[in-house]
């Protein structure tokens, strides 16, 4: 694979963040995807969503499969670390770099072929764990790679590029999500920046395994008439449920507002989501009722987007597995393999 270097120069206008970078800092290398692809404008957003929240760029791992989506990572945050691992086997690589080094913020990115299909199980058992990461699922409703073949996500009755009509049922990423108990599910349109930036912004900042599900349009095998993951048929029947905020830890500020259909959910870090109902009666707090209405919806054809469903009171994997605080990787070997008279004591321990 080429990979083409952005130029070094920047324009003096740009506003450096806390950290002192502006949001070319947060830029990868050039991008060699399709024109107009979906997956560019996700990674602007990316890119935007840690300028934002003034990342530093060494603390950032990104992670990914096989795919049109896997190779986004190379796009953003050139500084960061990175891994591009086999097909579908990314949440397996995110595990383990999340059990060794607590203190980096992961950023895994898949697609619909690489997540639910070869990955499937790996996705479940990633969720299933809260491993503290934002999993970023790039759906484009085929395999972009391998010519436009149907994927996983596909709806019934929508079309292929050569007119053929998908027959399969289609797993939902956000309801398989919110079936085994992530803590954290949201969905967006890659045409959408104003809702896709803070919902980023508050996954990365989610205390467990921030599920976002981005429909993105690939625009040489699955945008045109007939195909429900296109950008016409999206912008159609998309349906915001949820205006999210995302709302960063502050000095506190004080003020004295009149009560509105307004739902703040503090997160671990101190920032606040802030979410304004769209849809009628809809709680993004209530899980058989978000599974309920987006069942609902998915029948009459309708895109929800938005934050879905947020639990701010999951356990994260280190919680549950009773990790020391310091970072696995700056434990010496001497602790971490302290020898066989160690290992005997323990086992004496259970007999």
Same mark, same amino acid.
């Given at each position: ?11 003096? *206008? ?18 060699t995807?399709c ?10 957003a990316? +890119?935007?969503?840690?300028?934002e ?10 992670? &990914?499969?096989?795919?049109c *989506? ?6 953003f ?14 949440? =397996? ?7 060794a ?11 619909d ?7 499937l199980?790996?996705m ?6 809260? +491993?503290?990461?934002?999993?970023l699922?790039?759906?484009n ?8 073949? /149907?994927?996983? &996500?596909? !709806? ?23 079936s085994?108990?992530a803590t954290?599910?949201?969905? =967006?349109? *890659?045409? !959408? ?25 690939? $625009?040489t095998?699955?945008?045109?008439e007939? &195909?429900?993951?296109s ?18 830890? @502050? ?8 009560e509105?259909? $307004?739902?703040e ?17 809809? !709680?993004?707090?209530? @899980?058989?009722?978000?599974?309920? /209405? ?5 029948? &009459?054809?309708?895109?929800? $987007? ?6 701010? @009171? ?9 990790t020391v605080?310091?970072?696995? $990787?700056q ?21």
């Open positions: 694979m080429t990979f083409i270097k952005k130029p070094a120069a920047q324009h003096p *206008s740009l506003v450096p963040n806390k950290v002192g970078l502006t949001v070319r800092d947060y830029e990868g290398t050039m991008s995807l024109a107009g692809c979906g997956h560019d404008s996700i990674t602007a990316v +890119v935007r969503a840690l300028y929240l003034d990342m530093e760029p060494h603390m950032i791992a990104k992670l &990914s499969g096989i795919g *989506s896997s190779k986004t990572p190379t796009y945050v050139s500084g960061a670390h990175g891994f591009n691992s086999a097909h579908g086997r990314m949440p =397996a690589i995110a595990t383990g770099a999340a059990a080094n607590r203190d980096l913020l992961y950023i895994g990115v898949s697609g072929g690489d997540s639910l299909s070869i990955g199980g790996q479940a058992h990633v969720i299933r764990r809260n +491993v503290n990461m934002l999993y699922i790039e759906n409703g085929c395999y972009g790679l391998t010519k436009g073949q /149907f994927s996983a &996500s596909s !709806d019934i009755g929508s079309k292929s590029k050569r007119g053929e009509p998908n027959a399969q049922p289609p797993i939902d990423p956000v309801l398989l999500a919110l085994i108990g954290f599910v949201a969905r =967006a349109f *890659s045409g !959408d920046k104003s809702l896709l930036v803070p919902i980023l912004k508050a996954g990365l900042r989610h205390r467990g395994c921030a599920v976002v599900d981005v429909i993105s349009p690939c $625009v095998f699955n945008d045109h007939g &195909s429900t993951k950008y016409a048929y999206t912008r159609k029947h998309q349906l915001p449920v949820v205006a999210a905020d995302f709302v960063p830890h @502050r000095d506190e500020i004080t003020a004295s507002l009149a509105g259909a $307004v739902t959910v503090p997160l671990h870090d101190g920032g606040v989501v802030r979410m304004h109902k769209v849809a009628a009666e809809y !709680d993004p707090t209530d @899980r058989k009722r978000v599974w309920s /209405f987006l069942q609902e919806r998915q029948i &009459s054809g309708e895109v929800p $987007v938005g934050l879905l469903f947020i639990d701010e @009171r999951g356990v994260e994997m280190h919680e549950r597995a009773r605080k310091r970072p696995l $990787v434990v010496p070997y001497e602790e971490l393999c302290p020898g066989a008279d160690a290992l005997e004591m323990l086992q004496d321990a259970y007999r």
